[in-house]
C-alpha cells in the first residue's frame, strides 16, 4: 500500500477510534499527533532518528504535489455508496490542519499568513496569488475533501465540525476550525500549569473548570473557542488540554525535542471516575471505581492490582471499562492510585482527590438508573451532585439566586461519612455572574455554569441497549432545552441533501416527530447564533440481535443457588 494511503487511514483509525455515536469528530492535527500515529502505525520500520511529522509531511507531498503544483486530481473521489468505501482526502486536509496549527499565537487568521504555512508544509515557492493561495490551488478546490470527510463521518454516526467561513475565510475556515490548539497555545498552557502550580492528579473536569476560570490568561484564539458557547468544541478543547496537562504532568517543562523523547520511554496514568448504584428497597448508594480508557489507545491485557491480587480491566463501551470494586470511605475522601500491569505505556489507574462529583445517567444505557461521572454538563440535563457537606452553604446561595434546583433535602451518606447527595439537581439559569464572587469553591463554580445556552436530548421510545439505536416504529422524543421560547431545528436522512424538517418550534418540551423509518437522521437546533446538533439512528426490528447472558454473581441458600429471578440447584454447573 502506498505510504500516503497508510497515513491517510491511520489518520481516519486514529480520530475515530473508541468515539461513541452522536460525538464531533475535530480533524485536530499536530505534531504530536503525528508522531504517536507514526509510532504506531510504522513501529517496525522506526528508528531513533525517525521524525514522523516529517514523514507525513513527504507523504503528502508525493502524493498530491508533482513539481511545483498540487495536483487534488490525483485523490480518488469517495464513493458514498458503498459501505466500505473511506473518504481519501483527508490526509491532505491533515496538512491543511497542520498549517493552521503552526500560525502564531494570537496571528491573524488571514488567507495570506495561513497559505505561508501550508506552502512552507508542501515545499512550494512563493508564486501565490495575491491572497497567498497557490495558483495551482484554485479557490474552493478543496471543498469538495471536506464535503467527503463530512458525509462519512455522518454516515459513521459522527458529527462533522469542519466549517465553511465567510468573505476572504471561506474556505481557509474549514482547516482553522480544525485545529483546537495551536503550538503557541500549547506552550502557554504550560506555563500555565507552571506557574499556578497546578496539582499533579487533576482530571479532565476540574481541569475544564480551571482552564475557564483562567480565561482572561489565555490567548485571543483560545480565548474565542471558549467563550464561543458550543458544547461539543468545548469539550473536544477540554480534551485537547488535559493531553497538554498529562504530557506537562509526565514530562514537566522540558525542551520539545526532550518531551518527544520522554514520551517513548516514560508510561503514563489512567484516571477514574465513579459509578453510581442504589437499592431503593434498603435506601443504599454504592460509589464503584469506575476507569476510564485512554483516549484513542486501546492495551490490551491491562489489570489493576488491588490489595493482593489483580482486576482485569474489560471495556464498557467506547469510553470506560466496567466498574471495579466498591470504593471505600477513606478513597473517595483522599483519593488513591493503584498499580497497572500488562502494558509498558500505563503505571498507575489514578482516582483524584476530589470536594464533589457531577453525575449523570448512563448516556448509553439511561434506563438503568446508574449513573456515573458526566464528562460535561447539558443545559436541561437532571444529575446527581455527590460533595462534601462544607459546600452545603455555597450550593444553597445557588439556589437562593434561582441558579440551580434540586429534588428534596440533600442526602447523607452512611457509607460515605462527611459527604452528601443532592438528587435531580437541575441548572435553571445563565446568570451566575452576579454570585461569582460569593461561591469560593471555584471548581465547584465552573462546574456548574452551563456552556450553552441551547442543547438537544433524545428521551423515550425503544432504545436498543448499548448501540446507541433506536427500534423502527418507536423512534425518540426530541427535547430542545434553551432559555428562549423558540428554536429552529432542522432534520435530513444523512447522505441525502433533501431537508425533511426546516422550521420554528417550541422549546423544553417533547416534539413527537415523525421518523420516516430506519435510517441515521442529523439534527440541527438554534437559537440566534448558537447551535447545536445530534445523530439519531433507526434500526429494523430484523437487525436485532440476541444478548451474550453472562454468568451473574450468585447468593447461595442451602441447596440452592440464586441468580436474580434464576434459581437453581447448587449442584447444577453452569
Sequence with gaps: MPIYDVWNNALIDYLTTGVPRGSSVFLDINDDVLEDIGRRTFAVQSNSSTRWVDDFKRAVRAKCVVGTKIHLENLPTYRADDASARPQGVAFLGAMVLAAYYMGEDEETSSINYFKRLRDILYLDEDGEANGRPKSMKAGSEEHLWAEWGVWLQRQGFLPTAQRGEGSKTYINYPISQSLLRRADRDRLERLFEERTWPKQLD???????????????????????????????????????????????????????????????????????????????????????????????????????LESFEKLVEDGPKWYRPLWTLGADELENGAQYELIGSSDFQYLVI????????????????????????????????????????????????????????SDPHPLTAYPGWIEYREMMVLSEAWSGVSRAIENRDLYESLRPLSSISIRFEAGLRVPRTGAWLEGYGPRVVLVAFDDKAHLTMQVIGRDTMILDKEVPTNSPLSLEWPGPGDYFLEASVGNKSTAGIVKIIPWNQLTMSTVEQQERTKIGLWSVYGALVRSADVVS
Design 204 to 306: 479532565q473536569n476540574i481541569v475544564a473548570a480551571r482552564i475557564r476560570r483562567e480565561l482572561p490568561y489565555q490567548s485571543k484564539h483560545l480565548q474565542q473557542l471558549l467563550q464561543e458557547g458550543s458544547v461539543q468544541r468545548f469539550q473536544a478543547l477540554v480534551e485537547a488540554i488535559f493531553e497538554v496537562y498529562e504530557n506537562w504532568v509526565s514530562f514537566g517543562r522540558s525542551t520539545t525535542r526532550r518531551r518527544e523523547i520522554a514520551k517513548y520511554v516514560s508510561k503514563r496514568n489512567m484516571s477514574a471516575g465513579l459509578y453510581r448504584t442504589s437499592d431503593p428497597l434498603l435506601s443504599t448508594v454504592e460509589y464503584s471505581l469506575y476507569p476510564r480508557q485512554p483516549r484513542r489507545f486501546r492495551p490490551v491485557g491491562l489489570q489493576v492490582k488491588h
Design 352 to 407: 483524584p482527590k476530589r470536594d464533589f462529583w457531577i453525575l449523570t445517567l448512563d448516556p448509553d444505557y439511561p434506563e438503568s438508573g446508574v449513573y456515573i461521572s458526566a464528562e460535561s454538563l447539558d443545559l436541561g440535563a437532571s444529575f446527581t451532585l455527590l460533595c462534601k457537606q462544607d459546600l452545603q452553604n455555597q450550593i444553597t446561595r445557588l439556589k437562593n439566586e434561582r441558579l440551580v434546583q434540586w429534588r
